[in-house]
Each structure stands twice: as C-alpha cells, then as structure tokens.
Nanobody, 122 residues
Framework: QVQLVESGGGLVQPGGSLRLSCAAS????????MTWYRQAPGKERELVAS???????NYADSVKGRFTISRDNAKNTVYLQMNSLKPEDTAVYYC????????????????WGQGTQVTVSS
C-alpha cells in the first residue's frame, strides 16, 4: 500500500518562504499526478498546484507567480516551493497522488497524506 508523508510546514512571517516535501513510499513503479491541496479553517479544501507525469503543471490563480511545484520521480517525491507568503496562505497543506502504478497492470488511486500545517503570521 502506498503512503504519502508531507514535511516542511511551519510558522513563517509574511513575505517569507517555505518548501514543502511529500514522499511516497511502497512498491511504486510510477505516479501519474501529484497535487498539493490546502484547507484553511472553516473553508473547503482547494487545489494549490499539480504536476502531471513530471512536466505539465497547474496552479491556483491565488498562488501563480509565488509557488512552484516540482517532482523527483527517482525519489517519488513532490515539492512545493512557496515564496512571498501571505497570511491567507495559512492552511493545512495536503499531498495527493493519483494513478500510482504498483505492478505491471495494477494501480492505486487517490492516495492522501496526513497534512502539514503552514502558518503565515507576524
């Protein structure tokens, strides 16, 4: 069974930076899509950024130009570099992996990490 573990969250001042990591473990041949979501208190979970097959990326309008998603396929890890952080970026950030090839014709779908807290405050 595939597991995702996020790290890198914490407390940062407005304008600061953080880099989140999400490592997938288990018997993995490949991962199609890796996505970062976030959920602020009292709000619905929203997509932050996604990366498909290592190259195609997509960002929420609210983070374009400030956040960068990347992945290391050899390490089954996705990163989220967050710059120019704002108080409204405060949330629990979740990693999601979808269509994970775990065998010649076997796949796992829609796997979530436990989340990491990001707090932007002075």
């Amino acid at each position: 069974q595939v597991q995702l573990v996020e790290s890198g969250g914490g407390l940062v001042q407005p304008g600061g930076s953080l880099r989140l990591s999400c490592a997938a473990s288990g018997r993995i041949f490949s991962i199609n899509a890796m996505t970062w979501y976030r959920q602020a208190p009292g709000k619905e979970r929203e997509l932050v950024a996604s990366i498909i097959s290592g190259s195609s990326t997509n960002y929420a309008d609210s983070v374009k130009g400030r956040f960068t998603i990347s992945r290391d396929n050899a390490k089954n890890t996705v990163y989220l570099q967050m710059n120019s952080l704002k108080p409204e970026d405060t949330a629990v950030y979740y990693c999601n992996a979808d269509r994970i090839r775990i065998g010649p014709i076997r796949y796992e779908y829609d796997v979530w990490g436990q989340g990491t807290q990001v707090t932007v405050s002075s």
